[in-house]
């Protein structure tokens, strides 16, 4: 008691506790500043340390320079007055928040390894020469690695939420929630959203927050997850500060799973109010364009985005199937209308052998696009789909044109939106607009392969060829050095270069299609390996038929036999192969370009200014 007695007289109770407040808005104050100006975390770390290990020793402070109680064998001579205190206590603490925002912003700019080290962010390996980290705007790091991490102002990348239901097959639920939450963010106006291709790359990878923020140069990142029990969801999300690793939002919605599209625009508009997103009173009804209220509806539809992703011929009929479940739960939905255009344009394109079987798909991918427009006509999505429908399977310049821009105009942070109108600009010799909408696409895109592809296609038929095959060792490096689909038209690079024997390299390492053919076919006739080059004729027929009608045009042409490259060009136009949208810009015609017959076909393709 008589101890007590000394430490309330001595004033200790009233040191610690203004202490406490003190440090507490020291770290409060000093959290918010660096949040706001993007600081690297050590700094105010270290300042965290130092008042928590000074709590004692300004205990211990206090007892000595206060008075004792009257009469106590313990009174000593006061020196400082309690005010003199608290004002002790307050000028150190500012002295170390001013401290720690100096070393802050000092961090900040110091160059190299020493940034890493004081922001705590892993670095990356830089390779050898020629060699290609993973690719990231240009904003986000100079190669010198000199640069601070600088994303977009209100970007974000949406994770894959983990699926924490008891059963594992639900993994299709919270991953198909995670893109149309992702979806529905990108529809927001001044908010950059990375798509779902970069984002979802990392779904099962042991990879820091501030690691996949710099591989996607966005500010912020938005993970969580989803339990799903019966009829009742509990989805957790949480929004991370991607420079400072901070969580600065987070919130549990435990709800009846009545209402899907309810829920998802909650969330959605929730996270754009966290990022100070301010929202127009349009956004709102964004976040819920072409969705569905019905549950069974919603669910079907998360089952076929799943087997949409795998991307064989199979999953993609499983899908279909899928969405006929979806439709018969809400005729009106119209998202689900949208992917199945999308579901039966690839297997068009799948169907080239059989033209007959490909345009019935044709049509059927239309009706589906129509139908979605007409329930939902500000769906951006919708129209790219449809565009491309008119493009390739009807040979409509015309209307695709009118389509992909009213895409773009609906949907400018659509990475799909974007790659889709680069190719048509590209068609149509806009070299400038499609480059600069590709680069778009890959800024929202940036670990998507197929973007590149896309990229190394324009910029061949920009006939910048070096830049090109720049873009395929891209898509390579992405793929881990796996080749891809595309990758034959870096063959024909090399060709343009004036390397047969690079392109005769590079066509063979690619897997087996009617690309591959097409440059070796070439490559060997520039090699005078003759025989060799009717071989790959020869499998190229076996393989396609008459459906390979524009490649024979072109082989043709490079042979040096107008008159049967013109005569397959005359046939490609008949059958509506999806090959003549190139015939303005692509090189293997250029030997047949001034012929009659090519302008002719040329002109009864319309092709819009």
């Known amino acids: 008691m008589k101890f007590l007695t000394e430490v309330k007289a001595r004033g200790v109770l009233k040191f610690a506790t203004v202490y406490l407040g003190a440090s507490w808005l020291v770290i409060v104050v000093g959290r918010t500043l660096f949040d706001v100006f993007e600081l690297p975390r050590l700094p105010l770390q270290l300042v965290t340390i130092l008042l928590l290990l000074g709590f004692p020793l300004a205990l211990a402070a206090a007892w000595y320079y206060r008075p004792a109680a009257r009469g106590s064998a313990l009174s000593e001579p006061a020196i400082y007055g309690i005010g003199t205190n608290v004002a002790t206590i307050a000028a150190v603490c500012i002295a170390l928040a001013a401290v720690a925002v100096a070393i802050g912003f000092r961090a900040s700019d110091i160059p190299g390894d020493w940034h890493h080290m004081l922001s705590d962010e892993p670095q990356e390996a830089t390779g050898a020469a020629g060699e290609r980290t993973a690719p990231t705007s240009a904003n986000a790091r100079a190669t010198d690695g000199a640069t601070q991490f600088a994303p977009?102002?209100?970007?974000?990348?949406?994770?894959?939420?983990?699926?924490?239901?008891?059963?594992?097959?639900?993994?299709?639920?919270?991953?198909?929630?995670?893109?149309?939450?992702?979806?529905?963010l990108s529809r927001a106006q001044g908010l950059q959203v990375a798509a779902r291709t970069s984002s979802f790359s990392f779904k099962g990878k042991a990879a820091d927050i501030p690691s996949i923020a710099r591989k996607l140069n966005v500010a912020a990142v938005l993970e969580g997850s989803v339990r799903r029990e019966g009829k009742r969801v509990r989805i957790t999300a949480q929004l991370i500060n991607a420079v400072t690793d901070y969580h600065f939002w987070s919130r549990t919605y435990d709800r009846d799973f009545k209402d899907p599209l309810a829920l998802?625009?909650?969330i959605a508009k929730a996270v754009s109010q966290a990022l100070e997103v301010t929202l127009m009173s349009e956004d709102g009804q964004r976040f819920e364009l072409?969705?569905?209220?019905?549950?069974?509806?919603?669910?079907?539809?998360?089952?076929?985005?799943?087997?949409?992703?795998?991307?064989?011929?199979?999953s993609r009929k499983a899908a279909l199937a899928a969405l006929d479940e979806a439709l018969h739960a809400d005729p009106n939905y119209a998202f689900a209308y949208a992917l199945r255009a999308r579901l039966l344009l690839y297997l068009a394109a799948g169907s080239t052998p059989n033209p007959a079987l490909a345009q019935e798909k044709f049509n059927q991918a239309r009706a589906a696009a129509v139908k979605a427009i007409s329930l939902a006509p500000e769906l951006g999505e919708a129209h790219a789909t449809l565009a491309s429908v008119l493009e390739s399977g009807f040979i409509d310049f015309a209307g695709a044109s009118t389509e992909y821009n009213r895409a773009l105009a609906l949907a400018p942070g659509s990475a799909l939106v974007q790659a889709r109108y680069a190719h048509m600009a590209s068609m149509l010799g806009h070299n400038e607009t499609a480059i600069a909408a590709i680069r778009r696409a890959i800024e929202l895109d940036s670990l998507n392969p197929s973007f590149y592809d896309s990229s190394g296609r324009i910029l061949y038929l920009a006939h910048r060829y070096e830049d090109s095959l720049a873009a395929y060792q891209s898509a390579l490096v992405l793929r881990d050095g796996k080749p891809g689909p595309e990758g034959a038209v870096a063959g024909l690079s090399y060709l343009a270069l004036g390397k047969p024997e690079a392109a005769r390299a590079s066509c063979t390492s690619q897997t087996s299609n009617w690309m591959n053919h097409t440059c070796l076919a070439i490559a060997y006739h520039l090699l005078a390996r003759d025989t060799d080059a009717e071989s790959e004729?020869?499998?190229?027929?076996?393989?396609?038929?008459?459906?390979?009608?524009?490649?024979?045009?072109?082989?043709?042409?490079?042979?040096?036999?107008?008159?049967?490259?013109?005569?397959?060009?005359?046939?490609?136009?008949?059958?509506?192969?999806?090959?003549?949208?190139?015939?303005?810009?692509?090189?293997l015609l250029d030997p047949i370009r001034d012929a009659p017959e090519f302008k002719e076909v040329e002109r009864q393709l319309k092709f819009p200014l």
């Not at 102002?153 to 097959?169: G, R």
């Open 264 to 266: 998802q625009t909650e």
């Open 537 to 587: 004729m020869a499998k190229l027929r076996e393989q396609s038929g008459d459906g390979a009608a524009y490649q024979y045009a072109q082989i043709n042409a490079q042979w040096g036999r107008k008159t049967e490259a013109l005569k397959w060009l005359a046939t490609a136009h008949r059958l509506r192969d999806p090959g003549v949208i190139n015939i303005r810009v692509d090189p």
């Open 290 to 314: 072409g969705g569905t209220r019905d549950p069974q509806a919603y669910d079907a539809y998360l089952r076929a985005l799943k087997l949409n992703n795998a991307t064989d011929e199979a």
């Open 152 to 184: 977009p102002a209100h970007s974000v990348a949406v994770l894959p939420f983990v699926n924490m239901s008891s059963d594992p097959s639900n993994d299709y639920f919270s991953d198909g929630l995670s893109e149309e939450l992702l979806d529905a």
